[in-house]
């Protein structure tokens, strides 16, 4: 049976490029969007279709999400490929890149088979392995990894040696594609749980000193400046002094933040509690605000939600025992748009520039648009409130997301795309 549904008026962001139309018009059949503005109402009143008022929420292109981790896609109690995929498609995320680790990190060409879903629209993008176990000491074939379908490389949450990024660069078998490197040393971070300064002190929590960060990141751009030809992109910058060594570059590598940053630091309650560590470590307010600051002029590129799903039992380990972040595709765009777009005056096209348009060129794909006959689209409701549960059919498996059984406000109410065993909406 055809659905067919007219929203009007609503506001309707159609692309890159676009300003937000307020008062417009949007015909959908069947998961799909028909018509646009006066086409859609006069293709409506010639089928006496009903018309839902939606003037306070938006009808967007997807979002994108330049990495997150999924340890184990095919098997487990936790999160898997199929849930990531419902979740991810139910919080509006239309393209995903996975991290290569997990239960077999992805080093060979065959490894980058499998991932292929039925009647899923959400589009899986796979990082291949940039060191062969991870241990950055000798490169993967990167020639034969970009050609079997490998977004680019990466070696996930730490950074390898600088000689062995260098020799990568040098080589150039990668090509066009990007290599995301975490400015992470281990080493300089030790037991640090929290960024160094007065609240990881009060908290009673071990200090990640600044250098863990700002020392790798220092090499990273010296190593762009000899290879201008090469696409070096920064995952996951954490700290005000990190933009602002970014910012005086001048051949920048792409770089991106995890959402998480951009709504906690190390002062909120929930950042000193143990459930909510991450990687790399918050930090005070001034890094906050710092990253902030440098999505919206520029000098960092994109949001990632750089999810790492944890199960029950991975959640009650000590917080030096486990693996360090938070999952839930579903809590990112309402956090972001309270957080920027109501607290701090955002638009809507400046939050969709760095959650979707700017991600998607990262990952060397087109961005996201609204087109006649596409189901790439979501409606999102900023007001609306609700409360997440693990019990509900569209959501992540994980156990460490930050709201659960707790009030958010805002909401992706519908989308057009398919996912595994369940449809948004």
């Known amino acids: 049976m055809t659905e067919m549904l007219l929203l009007d008026p609503v506001q309707v962001l159609k692309g890159p490029g676009h300003a937000v139309e307020i008062g417009g018009a949007a015909l959908l059949r ?15 009143h010639a089928a006496n279709i009903t018309v839902q008022d939606a003037s306070q929420q938006l009808l967007a292109p997807c979002l994108v999400d330049a990495h997150s981790f999924l340890p184990a896609p095919f098997q487990g109690q936790g999160e898997t490929l199929n849930s990531l995929m419902r979740s991810a498609g139910a919080g509006g995320f239309g393209q995903i890149a996975l991290l290569p680790d997990g239960e077999t990190r992805r080093e060979r ?26 241990e950055g000491e000798q490169l993967t074939p990167h020639a034969d990894l970009i050609e079997a379908g490998a977004v680019g490389l990466s070696d996930g949450g730490a950074i390898p040696s600088m000689a062995l990024i260098d020799r990568a660069l040098t080589l150039g078998e990668c090509g066009s594609a990007p290599l995301l490197i975490s400015p992470l040393d281990l080493n300089l971070r030790g037991e640090g749980l929290l960024r160094e300064g007065p609240e990881a002190l009060r908290a009673g929590w071990p200090g990640d000193p600044l250098s863990s960060e700002t020392v790798p ?47 906690q630091s190390s002062s909120d309650s929930a950042a000193t509690a143990a459930s909510w560590f991450v990687s790399p470590s918050l930090g005070d307010d001034a890094d906050q605000q710092g990253l902030i600051e440098g999505l919206r002029n520029g000098v960092i590129d994109a949001v990632a939600v750089h999810a790492l799903p944890l199960d029950d039992e991975e959640c009650l380990l000590p917080p030096d025992q486990r693996q360090r972040g938070v999952a839930g595709h579903q809590h990112v765009l309402p956090a972001l748009w309270q957080a920027l777009v109501v607290t701090r005056g955002w638009s809507a096209e400046e939050l969709w520039d760095i959650l979707s348009f700017k991600p998607a060129t990262l990952l060397g794909r087109t961005p996201e648009q609204l087109a006649l006959g596409s189901n790439r689209w979501l409606l999102f409701d900023p007001e609306q409130t609700w409360t997440p549960s693990r019990d509900d059919p569209s959501a992540s498996k994980a156990a460490n997301q930050p709201w ?22």
């Open 217 to 263: 990141l220092s090499q990273l751009a010296q190593l762009q400046q000899e290879h201008p030809e090469r696409r070096l992109m920064v995952m996951g910058v954490s700290t005000a002094t990190s933009v602002d060594l970014l910012q005086r570059q001048p051949k920048r590598p792409g770089s991106t933040v995890s959402w998480w940053h951009l709504i």
């Open 109 to 134: 060409p065959e490894h980058l088979h499998g991932f292929e879903l039925k009647d899923c629209d959400v589009d899986v993008h796979l990082w291949a392995g940039f060191s062969q176990g991870g």
């Open 30 to 44: 069947d998961g799909r969007l028909e018509a646009l503005g006066e086409a859609a109402r006069a293709a409506a």
């Open 404 to 425: 659960l059984h707790r009030a958010v406000k805002g909401k992706v109410v519908a989308c057009g795309l398919r996912t595994p065993e369940s449809h948004c909406g």
